[in-house]
């Protein structure tokens, strides 16, 4: 069964580095997506990409965060210069409507740690 | 307000029993997505199940079902035969379809321990 891959599982960085976490979609999905989850706390939406844009953002997503889809499989979240509070689960999925409202199907997590 | 809530912070379940796990939800938009999704101690978040706002019949998936209650706003998860690979944080979330957002909203889970 296809499924969202995530690249690294786990990434350790220091305050201020800078971050990519990656994703592979499925690949006839129209819609991504970046969701974060800080321990212990409800999954937050970050942002929500599709043709090759931004469609929605929270107030999460700030100057700091950016997306892109570089080629036709990659989707890449990227954290400018973290801070202490982006330490979480961060999620990416996707999605292809069905009926009214798509599915979403989502990867195994990144759990970024920032020191 | 709280768009979807889920009351029970923790459940236990005897293995083999059934379970159902409770979510409701708030909306004023007549066409919305209710999802079910599984997360183990391993991080992952797996998709259960899915039921629209416009479906007419509860929606099933194996040993999963919902229990979908429009005029209560209510989208309660049955287990069926719990297994202890079961044991597992549980969010229910909603997706409003009507307007120009896509993102899931998501409730504040419910931890479930099946146990032997």
């Known amino acids: 069964e296809p499924e969202v891959t995530q690249t690294p599982s786990h990434q350790v960085t220091q305050m201020g580095q800078e971050v990519i976490l990656r994703c592979v979609p499925i690949?006839?999905?129209?819609?991504f997506y970046w969701y974060r989850q800080i321990l212990g706390q409800k999954v937050e939406f970050l942002v929500s990409?599709?043709?090759?844009?931004?469609?929605?953002k929270s107030e999460i997503f700030d100057d700091q965060f950016s997306v892109e889809r570089p080629d036709g499989s990659n989707f890449t979240l990227k954290i400018r210069s973290t801070k202490l509070e982006d330490s979480a689960m961060y999620f990416c999925?996707?999605?292809?409507?069905?009926?009214?409202?798509?599915?979403?199907?989502f990867g195994s997590g990144t759990q970024l740690s920032v020191l | 307000a709280q768009k979807i809530t889920q009351t029970q912070p923790g459940m236990f379940v005897q293995e083999k029993e059934a379970v159902t796990l409770d979510c409701t939800y708030d909306?004023?938009?007549?066409?919305?997505?209710l999802f079910w999704y599984k997360q183990p101690s391993s991080g992952e978040m797996i998709f259960l199940i899915y039921?629209?706002?416009?479906?007419?019949q509860n929606a099933t998936e194996g040993r999963y079902s919902l229990n979908f209650q429009k005029a209560r706003k209510s989208a309660n998860l049955v287990i069926s035969a719990s297994q202890l690979g079961d044991s597992a944080m549980y969010f229910c979330?909603?997706?409003?379809?009507?307007?120009?957002?896509?993102?899931?909203?998501f409730g504040s889970g419910t931890q479930l321990t099946v146990l032997p």
């Open positions: 999925a996707s999605g292809i409507p069905t009926g009214g409202a798509e599915k979403l199907f």
């Open positions: 690949s006839n999905h129209l819609y």
């Open positions: 990409f599709y043709n090759n844009e931004i469609s929605e």
């Open positions: 909306t004023s938009d007549p066409s919305y997505g």
């Open positions: 039921q629209g706002s416009y479906d007419q």
């Open positions: 979330a909603m997706r409003e379809v009507s307007g120009s957002a896509r993102q899931l909203t």
